[in-house]
Nanobody
Framework: QVQLVESGGGLVQAGGSLRLSCAAS????????MGWSRQAPGKQRELVAF?????ITKYADSVKGRFTISRAKNTVYLQMSNLKPEDTAVYYC?????????WGQGTQVTVSS
């Protein structure tokens, strides 16, 4: 079994920065893709960014140039800069381990105007 634990969410003013972390624990031999998704109130969950095992990254258009995803061992990070009120959401990390997808519990990010 694999568990993902997120940290780093919080309240920040528009234009500010936050760094999210997500650490995996359990029986893990290797992790393929890692990523972050988010869900704002009343909206569907959307993909924010992901990073492959070969460090290839992809971002949603809405966060390009402001967010950076990275990974190290069993942890994935999301550096968020120049945050906007529309970035307010619950952010979920996810990882693909042995062809199974695992999700974190979510961390709240609130950006005030």
């Amino acid at each position: 079994q694999v568990q993902l634990v997120e940290s780093g969410g919080g309240l920040v003013q528009a234009g500010g920065s936050l760094r999210l972390s997500c650490a995996a624990s359990g029986t893990i031999f290797s992790i393929n893709d890692m990523g972050w998704s988010r869900q704002a109130p009343g909206k569907q969950r959307e993909l924010v960014a992901f990073i492959t095992k070969d460090d290839i990254t992809k971002y949603a258009d809405s966060v390009k140039g402001r967010f950076t995803i990275s990974r190290a061992k069993n942890t994935v990070y999301l550096q968020m800069s120049n945050l906007k009120p529309e970035d307010t959401a619950v952010y979920y990390c996810w990882m693909v381990v042995a062809n199974r997808e695992y999700w974190g519990q979510g961390t709240q990010v609130t950006v005030s105007s």
